[in-house]
């Protein structure tokens, strides 16, 4: 099927169909007034169903855990900003710090070994080179929990448990597959005759990588670059079970819920959540399009 | 072409293969290993015993609750959200007040994109915590305060051995339908508007061409979806582990096999054991993967 939204700018899926502004207002047909009224009643539904928890939440985390469940639907008499102090007291701040240093470190790694990896598969003729690609493609198909007992062991006899480096590195292996599938497909589209024209010139293999092809490739860099920030950010399986005593932020709200169900400090755990939430939404309005270009083109194929 | 370049290739190549070798095929093939001995985990001595663990495993009933509901999800959770996609991203595309010359799509789909795409940018615990306290048990829990305002009884949701899995199951629909959305709104936005314009034109509806014309120019789409979906219903763990109480609780209502992988590995000092579970699960996947290509497959449709 010839579904063509990844395309050379594999930033910018087409989606939807033009439309002129004020077409659907001169209508002839009364019936596609309906339709029309019932579709925005069903798509607005479903985003009120979507967005009202998160708005919910983040209102939650200036309310007293008193106002959380007493008043669910009012606004707090009074903006309880401690919760913020509080949640970051009970180790927020530390988990935050653990996510920024691993995924800073993940997401700089997987992106040069991914795009080294991906540019030689998809540029150079060799013997191995399709078992290579396959052995990485195959990486996206199988479940981690297969493995997640063995690579605990491995991790532990590198040394490497509850350790930044032992994190980072984990998270470059399984963030690879993807990503070099991805930027495979992207530097096969690029046009190699600038590439020649730069070995003529004099220029190395590795010269051509970073000075042509890496510059030319931008636009898939950022759509893999921030899909990865945003799935190592959220990863919560891999440090549950090999970091346990450096959590990232994932994991520390998931525990803090655990002692809140005793605490009942909830005004802090909805802090929590929003000191979590927040930076990921951001960067998700800021790039949605990157984002959503991103996670669906590994499944049109 | 120019001299040096194998040593290129091995040089660019050596150290992402290292690392994917060592962390990610490595751990698969002792999966394998580990699963035909007794190997505890704490210590370095273990016996090969065959297939016992896999005997084992047919009669342990914790296991096999934990198969029957991640069957459960595996129905459930792609038949929802692929349907619900489908519904949206149609009426995204043909759902707006047309002007008889054409179907046109609804105003303002970028935002409800945008909207429904949300939950699949949030970390699971994140979500997990905010449904957790929406459902909880209490008649001030905010379902319940709400159904109780328009006059209907609370429920324990998730405190429900009855109810528990279908609260998972919803939570695992609510946070994937934006994304099939975007990914069915971007497959059917490259179908020809002409097509739709002469299905309009041969007097068919806007259901018929639903039917007639939309789905069987997805199918490619939806069979790929429905494979991930299975895959995602199959590794659920972060969901059930944050959010329900035990985890896997109440009464094992919503153990699943992810989940009796993490407890026999790490707490119970089963490595060997739970190695088992981890390759029953890889061929479940396996096996969905090539039912669900073969079930669906069709003539292709080439436009």
């Known amino acids: ?301 | 072409m120019r001299h040096g370049q194998y040593r290129f290739i091995v040089g660019f190549l050596v150290l992402p293969l290292a690392l994917y070798a060592i962390f990610v095929i490595s751990p698969f093939v002792q999966a394998f290993y580990y699963s035909l001995t007794n190997w505890t985990g704490v210590s370095p001595q273990f016996d090969f015993v065959g297939l016992q663990n896999f005997q084992t495993l047919t009669q342990d009933s914790l296991f096999l609750r934990a198969v029957r509901n991640n069957l459960v999800l595996l129905v459930g959770m792609p038949l929802a959200v692929i349907l619900l996609a489908l519904f949206y991203a149609f009426l995204l595309n043909v759902g707006g007040a047309g002007s008889g010359v054409g179907v046109r799509g609804v105003r303002g789909s970028g935002f409800y994109k945008l909207a429904f795409f949300l939950p699949q940018v949030l970390s699971v615990p994140v979500i997990a915590v905010i449904w957790a306290v929406i459902l909880d048990p209490t008649p001030t829990g905010l379902v319940n305060s709400a159904m109780r305002r328009v006059g209907f009884g609370g429920s324990g949701w998730l405190a429900d051995p009855n109810l528990a899995l279908y609260c998972v199951l919803w939570v695992l629909v609510w946070g994937s339908v934006g994304f099939y959305l975007v990914l069915f709104n971007a497959a059917m936005s490259s179908i020809p508007r002409d097509i739709y314009e002469a299905a309009l034109i041969d007097g068919a509806g806007r259901v018929a061409t639903f039917f007639r014309v939309t789905i069987p120019l997805l199918w490619d789409t939806i069979q790929t979806s429905w494979v991930y979906l299975a895959i995602l219903a199959l590794d659920v763990y972060a969901l059930v582990a944050v959010m329900t109480p035990g985890p896997g609780g109440p009464a094992n209502a919503t153990q699943v096999i992810s989940l009796q992988i993490a407890q026999n590995g790490f707490q119970f000092g089963r490595a060997g054991y739970a190695s088992a579970m981890g390759v029953v699960l890889f061929f479940f996947t396996l096996i969905i993967a090539a039912i669900m290509l073969r079930a669906t497959r069709r003539q292709r449709i080439e436009y």
């Open chain 1, 1 to 301: 099927m010839a579904v063509t939204t990844r395309t050379g700018d594999a930033g910018q899926p087409t989606t939807a169909p033009p439309r002129r502004p004020g077409d659907g207002r001169r209508t002839g047909r009364a019936g596609d007034v309906g339709v029309n009224v019932f579709s925005h009643v069903v798509l607005v539904g479903w985003s009120v169903m979507v967005l009202v928890p998160f708005a919910w939440a983040l209102l939650a985390s200036v309310k007293t855990s008193g106002e959380i469940f007493g008043s669910p639907w009012s606004l707090p008499e009074v903006f309880q900003w401690s919760n913020f102090a509080r949640a970051w007291d009970k180790g927020v701040g530390q988990y935050l710090l653990n996510s920024v240093i691993v995924v800073t470190g993940g997401v700089v790694l997987t992106m040069l070994l991914g795009s080294m990896a991906a540019y030689v598969l998809a540029r150079y003729r060799f013997p191995g080179n399709r078992l290579v690609y396959y052995l990485f493609a195959a990486g996206m198909m199988f479940p981690v929990f297969l493995a997640i007992v063995p690579l605990f062991f491995v991790v532990q006899n590198l040394g490497m448990l509850s350790t930044y480096q032992g994190l980072i590195l984990v998270y470059v292996a399984y963030s690879l597959p993807f990503t070099v599938f991805f930027m495979h497909a992207f530097f096969k589209t690029l046009p190699t005759s600038v590439a020649e024209a730069a070995f003529m010139d004099g220029c190395s293999h590795a010269g051509v990588f970073f000075r042509v092809m890496l510059p030319m490739a931008k636009p898939g860099l950022l759509s893999i670059g921030i899909f990865n920030v945003i799935g190592q950010f959220n990863q919560f399986v891999l440090p549950q079970f090999l970091s346990p005593e450096k959590p990232v932020l994932a994991q520390g709200i998931a525990t803090l819920l655990a002692s809140q169900r005793y605490e009942g400090d909830w005004g802090a755990l909805f802090a929590a959540l929003t000191i979590a939430m927040v930076p990921v939404v951001v960067v998700y309005l800021l790039f949605y399009r990157q984002v959503q270009a991103g996670l669906t083109s590994g499944t049109l194929k």
